[in-house]
């Protein structure tokens, strides 16, 4: 699948005329709903006014990407809106941009979906595409730029995917494959970014913490770590190549770990938490004063 797959020029809206990000996602909303590519539209655009905000991706200065899951749709659709003029986003009214994306997909394709935001997060990061967009007089310029055509999305994508490519590693001796029972994307998580559940046939996570505190049980059974799909850091994880797979698996141990201490519970490895918090931070540092 490629971005030029889900993106018709019918779904092009230039130019895009609109005060806010909201604004801008009813116009698109109303563009798909116009070429039919939307199933159920009262429904679509109830879930924009009543569950605004969802997570939303902001790609520096140049472009802003509200994205839904909701069943008004059948299948993964994009919308992309050009404005003439700056558009604010109403949570923080210094920044703005002139590029809207709209990305709609229905709960099962929730694995792709989170691709396609992290493909278009990519695109947009580089200037020239974003110039390119810009310069665009009619729809067919904008769904022909080279470089949407040019991401090949896989053709199925696992949160382990999102995660890491390799073996992950909780302590030195320990792989999170042996630390999890499961690791999958989450339907109950809005603001948080992962969890720790029981699996289907074990015990309520509480009450086996207690059973194990007073020796009443000798083994426990391994949790699920779940994670929030829709969260803004997952979806950027998302989008990082393979150039980034130490970066990934930093974050896969550190959201790993962030997951225990919302339980109460210690990272797995303290000093393996703190060297790979260190080296979060020096990164994030580094980028801030290139």
Known sequence: ??????????????????ATVKEATEQLADRLVAAGA????Q?????????????????GEHAFLPHFRTEAVRGLIAAVGVAPT????????????RIVVLIVAPPKETPTYLQVVGAFARTLSSPDNVLALLAAKSAEQVVQLPALA????????????????QVRTIRPEETLGEA??????????????????APETGLDRQLEKLLAGAGRLKVTAKPILEINPRHAIVVALASLGEDDLAFKQDAAHLLFDEARVLEGERPADARMFSDRLGRLLTRSLGKQSA
Not at 5 to 17: A, F, G, Q, W, Y
Not at 38 to 41: D, G, K, S, T, W
Not at 86 to 97: G, L, S, Y
């Open 1 to 18: 699948m490629k971005l030029t797959d889900i993106l018709k020029s019918e779904h092009v809206l230039l130019p895009l005329r609109a």
């Open 38 to 41: 939307v199933a159920e539209p």
């Open 43 to 59: 429904r679509l655009l109830a879930v924009i006014k009543h569950a605004w905000p969802e997570d939303m991706v902001s790609v």
């Open 86 to 97: 700056p558009i604010r986003w109403e949570k923080d009214p210094h920044r703005t941009a």
């Open 150 to 165: 040019a991401i090949e999305l896989p053709s199925h994508l696992t949160v382990r995917d999102v995660m890491t490519t």
């Open 180 to 197: 999890v029972s499961d690791v999958r994307a989450s339907d109950r998580l809005t603001d948080s970014r992962v969890c720790l559940v």
